[in-house]
């Protein structure tokens, strides 16, 4: 018997910073209406996916910018997410700020079940851009100012009768995300991000944005035999372009459904999470095939470079 989730990926368009989290959470609950008529079990939306990506502005006196976070989940703007979710039977995966209440800032996503109840929480591990303002810059990306890196490194949680894990943005890009996860059997990746197309330390990558996403993905989805979903806020926001492209990508690394525009969009798949153990337990068999005596021990210091 196939283990089939489907799943509903909700790319958000931009989020303009005079957009209310009212307003915001109406097309939340239309996306997540959307996927009820698709027979979706989950619907994943983007990281920060309630305000703007305010990390693209600096304010030195942070407490400026408090209102970007959440300090209670649910709170009673965000609780119809979860009575919607109870009333159709939908989990969702939600990113948001988080200020806690003795004062941690964390970029955080959280699962919540098909009863309204939280499943699990991830707080974003790679913390890219910078501390400080840098003013020579066309617009900021001060992740490091606002947000502490997760102590609690990458969960895997049973959901939907199989492995669930999360990650957020620019965990995506690094290998020992998924192999992290990978290690500890997760069958399905959910993950957010915003990514303008321009990156400031190399604009020689604008052009690449599009292609460094997917390749990513599909890379980690494919090396851990574990589904991948790719969720954006896209679009033209605040004056800064930044890349949609959502998608869902099997263990295989095929892209099985990919958004079209940079707005509000759901893309949805019958995922198998079966299809997973074509490579768990073939190409992929870690207890098989890996060498981890020789990624960590001095074997790996005999691979210095020769001169
Ligand atoms: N954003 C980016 C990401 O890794 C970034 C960081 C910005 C990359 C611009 C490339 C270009 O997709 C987040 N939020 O991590």
Not at 52 to 59: A, I, Y
Not at 181 to 209: F, R, S
Request: aromatic share 10%; hydrophobic share 35%.
């Amino acid at each position: 018997m196939s283990r089939l989730v489907t799943v509903g990926a909700a790319q958000l368009g931009p989020i303009q910073r005079s957009d209310t989290r009212q307003d915001v959470v109406q097309r939340l609950l239309a996306l997540m209406t959307e996927a009820d008529h698709r027979s979706c079990d989950v619907v994943v939306f983007p990281e920060l996916a309630l305000t703007t990506f305010f990390p693209r502005w600096f304010e030195p006196d942070i407490t400026k910018a408090d209102h970007f976070y959440e300090t209670q989940m649910p709170s009673p703007i965000t609780q119809p997410l979860f009575d919607t979710a109870r009333k159709l039977g939908i989990a969702f995966c939600l990113g948001y700020a988080e200020l806690t209440q003795d004062g941690h800032r964390y970029n955080t996503q959280v699962l919540v079940g098909k009863d309204g109840s939280f499943l699990a929480k991830y707080r974003k591990v790679h913390v890219p851009g910078h501390e400080h303002h840098e003013p020579d810059r066309p617009f900021q990306h001060a992740e490091r100012y606002y947000f502490e890196p997760s102590q609690d490194g990458f969960g895997v949680w049973k959901a939907f009768g199989g492995r669930i894990g999360m990650m957020i943005c620019n965990d995506r890009r690094w290998p020992e995300t998924y192999r992290v996860m990978g290690l500890k059997g997760v069958e399905m990746i959910l993950c957010g991000y915003n990514t303008p197309l321009h990156y400031a330390p190399d604009p020689t990558q604008d052009k690449l944005q599009s292609f460094h996403n997917s390749l990513v993905m599909q890379s980690g989805a494919y090396q851990n035999g574990t589904w991948v979903v790719g969720v954006a806020k896209g679009g033209l926001e605040e004056g800064v372009a930044s890349l949609g492209d959502s998608a869902i990508i099997a263990p295989s690394g095929e892209i099985m459904a990919q958004a079209q525009t940079t707005d509000d969009e759901l893309l949805t798949h019958r995922c198998d999470l079966d299809w997973c153990n074509n490579y768990k337990n073939t190409l992929f068999d870690f207890d098989r095939y890996r060498r981890p005596d020789m990624y960590t021990s001095i074997t790996a210091q005999r691979g210095a470079v020769i001169d």
